[in-house]
Nanobody
Framework: QVHLVESGGGLVQPGGSLRLSCAASGFTFSIYGMGWFRQAAGKERELVALSSRAGGNITYGDSVKGRFTISRDNAKRTVDLQMVNLKPDDTAVYYC???????????WGQGAQVTVSS
């Protein structure tokens, strides 16, 4: 059974930092693209960051470039999102995402709330 479990969300002041982590199980982690999406209240889900299988090809959403960093550890089956200089507009539920190769299955975590507020 596939599990993607996010941790590390919470409340932070503007300009602060948070680190999200996603622990994966139930599929061959090393051959999946891994990433993060987010969804703010009343808005569509949007890409935050996506990493290729070996981490050599990374894509960031325009609104987080230069502030967020995605990293993965295939041995530990984890993917992290380091977020710095957080803004109120970063407030959203953040979802861990797994994309199978060659049009394979896609999986989502349950989500972690990040709130940026003073």
């Amino acid at each position: 059974q596939v599990h993607l479990v996010e941790s590390g969300g919470g409340l932070v002041q503007p300009g602060g930092s948070l680190r999200l982590s996603c622990a994966a199980s139930g599929f061959t982690f090393s051959i999946y693209g891994m990433g993060w999406f987010r969804q703010a209240a009343g808005k569509e889900r949007e890409l935050v960051a996506l990493s290729s299988r070996a981490g050599g090809n990374i894509t960031y959403g325009d609104s987080v470039k230069g502030r967020f960093t995605i990293s993965r550890d295939n041995a530990k089956r984890t993917v992290d999102l380091q977020m710095v200089n957080l803004k109120p507009d970063d407030t959203a539920v953040y979802y861990c995402y797994a994309k199978g190769p060659y049009g394979g299955p896609r999986y989502w975590g349950q989500g972690a709330q990040v709130t940026v507020s003073s």
